[in-house]
């Protein structure tokens, strides 16, 4: 998900540290797997890529962490907005970042991503764990599902 990890433990001998360090990794390789905006296999991947009208059907630990994600938004006004990849892309950020010293976006173009984003857009039934893709909106789960 575009970053590194590590683990702190105060008192090494106590512990199987080969266990705990694989254990670790496969329950981060789980979360990339199913929600990172960095690997376009991922479920998320997928989704943001998906056709209009498409149906998907989550994997159980992404349906939980967008339902928490949607409470949030719509709790913070907005603040916390799983559906502003769009602009988080237009801006730089994400996978497909630059390091350069471009011009920020023109009005334009922050009005087409716009338009794009917005947890209201958001089509999630918790209770059957499906998520309708309303054409162009992409997730970014960055913010919570770490």
């Known amino acids: 998900m575009g970053t590194t990890w590590s683990l702190r433990v105060d008192n090494p001998r106590m512990l199987p540290l080969d266990a705990l360090r694989h254990a670790v990794q496969s329950a981060l390789d789980e979360v990339v797997a199913q929600m990172s905006h960095w690997d376009p296999d991922s479920a998320l991947g997928r989704f943001n890529r998906a056709p209009a009208g498409s149906t998907h059907t989550l994997p159980e630990a992404f349906n939980d962490v967008l339902a928490r994600a949607l409470h949030w ?4 006004g ?6 502003m990849g769009p602009l988080v892309a237009l801006w730089g950020f994400g996978p497909n970042a630059v390091d350069d010293d471009r011009l920020p976006p023109d009005a334009a173009a922050l009005a087409a991503a716009h338009a794009r984003c917005g947890w209201q857009r958001i089509a999630h039934d ?21």
């Open 78 to 83: 907005g603040a916390l907005d799983p559906g």
């Open 73 to 76: 938004a719509e709790a913070s």
């Open 126 to 146: 918790a209770a059957v764990r499906t998520l309708v893709q309303p054409g162009g909106l992409s997730l970014d789960l960055s913010g919570i599902a770490k």
